[in-house]
């Protein structure tokens, strides 16, 4: 099995209203990945239906 690094870039935002709580703000990539994640939902369901089929 070949591993494979995958490289995105994803921006951040500044909020300059001082009333606002969130100060930060990161471009969410829909349908690609989630907060925090760091396997792609695809890989994820792959390795789920693997373990399934495996166990």
């Keep these: 099995m070949k591993e494979v690094e995958l490289g995105i870039i994803a921006y951040l935002y500044y909020c300059e209203n001082s009333k606002c709580k969130q100060k930060v703000f990161a471009e969410e990539l ?26």
């Design 30 to 55: 829909e349908g690609f990945t989630g907060t925090y994640r760091r396997k792609t939902e695809r890989f994820e369901q792959l390795i789920l239906s693997i373990a399934m089929n495996t166990s």
